[in-house]
T-cell receptor
Framework: EAGVTQFPSHSVIEKGQTVTLRCDPISGHDNLYWYRRVMGKEIKFLLHFVKESKQDESGMPNNRFLAERTGGTYSTLKVQPAELEDSGVYFC?????????????FGSGTQLSVL | EDQVTQSPEALRLQEGESSSLNCSYTVSGLRGLFWYRQDPGKGPEFLFTLYSAGEEKEKERLKATLTKKESFLHITAPKPEDSATYLCAVSGGAQKLVFGQGTRLTINP
């Protein structure tokens, strides 16, 4: 069974540019989450989709971040324009709906460096 | 605000030397406490979920326990392949995880 796939694995951009991160969850997983770890800090929640709907976006830092989930399948996270403080590792995770919904499967992350 | 504190930040053990990692938490209405393992360049990998004080779960050389204020991850007779960062997280009223900073565990052969 394929796991959660994230693309790209690394991205280096300049301040002010736009970057789009992609996440392909495990097939059949209706819950999809984005988390972020900035240097020296703990992993922090960004947002949660249930199918194509945003369930909770309380962790999104500001309106430069836009997340979408097309047709309840893959998700993208766009940062526009990127700032230095956006650097970090962005993780995507997915889970089933129902009793085991809190068993999250994480991707390997996208390392974003904003110069 | 939900909060998780893990200690120690880093721990070096000799192969076979048992020890415990600590996770202290404050949460309004615990839905679950989670332990994850993270290897370099990888995402967190699920280990355990604990739901109520007194609960224990085991997997190979690992055992997780839970009280009303903290959780312990006990590692018995560890091997070098147990080297990783171990993350603790809690889920409160909302369906999202609040993570601690992790404990970086190194097992020397």
């Amino acid at each position: 069974e394929a796991g959660v796939t994230q693309f790209p694995s690394h991205s280096v951009i300049e301040k002010g540019q736009t970057v789009t991160l992609r996440c392909d969850p495990i097939s059949g997983h209706d819950n999809l989450y984005w988390y972020r770890r900035v240097m020296g800090k703990e992993i922090k929640f960004l947002l949660h989709f249930v199918k194509e709907s945003k369930q909770d976006e309380s962790g999104m830092p500001n309106n430069r971040f836009l997340a979408e989930r097309t047709g309840g399948t893959y998700s993208t996270l766009k940062v526009q324009p990127a700032e230095l403080e956006d650097s970090g590792v962005y993780f995507c995770a997915s889970s089933l709906l129902g009793p085991t919904n809190e068993k999250l499967f994480f991707g390997s992350g996208t390392q974003l460096s904003v110069l | 605000e939900d909060q998780v504190t893990q200690s120690p930040e880093a721990l070096r053990l000799q192969e076979g030397e048992s020890s415990s990692l600590n996770c202290s938490y404050t949460v309004s209405g615990l839905r679950g406490l989670f332990w994850y393992r993270q290897d370099p360049g990888k995402g967190p990998e699920f280990l355990f979920t604990l739901y109520s004080a007194g609960e224990e779960k085991e997997k190979e050389r690992l055992k997780a326990t839970l009280t009303k204020k903290e959780s312990f991850l006990h590692i018995t007779a560890p091997k070098p392949e147990d080297s990783a960062t171990y993350l603790c997280a809690v889920s409160g009223g909302a369906q999202k995880l609040v993570f601690g900073q992790g404990t970086r565990l190194t097992i020397n052969p």
